[in-house]
């Protein structure tokens, strides 16, 4: 039978032991926070956002309405927040971009994040630390947090590597979703790993040659029958459509970039219309699979995979 000196010790171990298991850093995965395409709120699927863990840090990619709480709902630790990444400015990847390290920062972020986006991504953190400016001071003389206003940090994108550190790098392709020019997608290469992000495009040359190879290529999505059925009541219906199809991309064209790029998986997201419950993910994998033999993952909100 155990001495009481060891039964004490086993204790204090047993003790200990929940910290140390919440002290190791989160395995590497991504996450796909939200799965939505367009600005129009939906009850089937959160606004457009994924996750990387990488190394312990967190990448967010894309911040859509909600991302905060989708990454909750994940399990992922912000106080890890390291790096937002913003593919365009259209309000359903870009409403939360700062939003989301202040939520961090009222937990327990208090390290540096970088927030890196297109032209006018300095301009919209001025104005937004200015829209902040109340809540910032108030918690940093009420509960002694450090200066938000000095760990944010702002990096304007131009094609090439934007990050090569601690064994990622990161490399931005101007992709085509006009009438914005500076739109881009994003891979990141780890490891022996690699994961591209294609943002909001058409198909390109751009997006196939940034993809080449890459281990997961997670792609924004169209199926046309059922976009045909959703903006058929619209007043603006044909300027609608014609934005639509001169600016992303179809569910069979994914398949078709997946195939000229080589990627090993095809990961669907972004998808319009991402409010009917009427297309299952057979019909999504089906129209992909057309051109692509490869793995096809139809995303969900909140879908985690280990990297």
Known sequence: MPSRRQMLAMAAAAACLPGAVRAQPAPDQLVLLGTGGGPTPKALRAAPAMALMIGGQLHIVDAGNGVARQAALAGLPLKALAHVWITHL???HVADAFTLPWL????????PVTVHGPNGMKQMARDWLRFARVDIETRMADEGRPDLRQMIRVEEVQPGV?????????????????????S??????????????????RPCRALIDLAKGADILVQEVMYLPAMERLIA????????????????????????????????????????????????DEDWRSAAAKAFGGRIIVGRDLMAMPL
């Open 104 to 111: 961090a920062w009222s937990g327990a972020l208090t390290t």
């Open 233 to 280: 009541s619209e007043s603006n219906a044909p300027s609608l459509r014609a934005h639509l199809l001169a600016s992303h991309t179809l569910v069979e064209q994914a398949g078709e970039l997946a195939a000229a790029a080589g990627v090993k998986t095809l990961v669907l997201s972004h998808f319009v219309p991402g409010g009917d419950a009427s297309i299952g």
């Open 184 to 201: 881009f997608a994003y891979r990141f290469d780890w490891a022996g790993r690699s994961v591209v992000w294609s943002g909001d495009t």
């Open 90 to 92: 259209h309000n359903d």
């Open 162 to 182: 934007q990050h090569n550190a601690a064994g990622l790098k990161v490399t931005a392709a101007r992709v085509e979703h006009p009438p914005l020019i500076d």
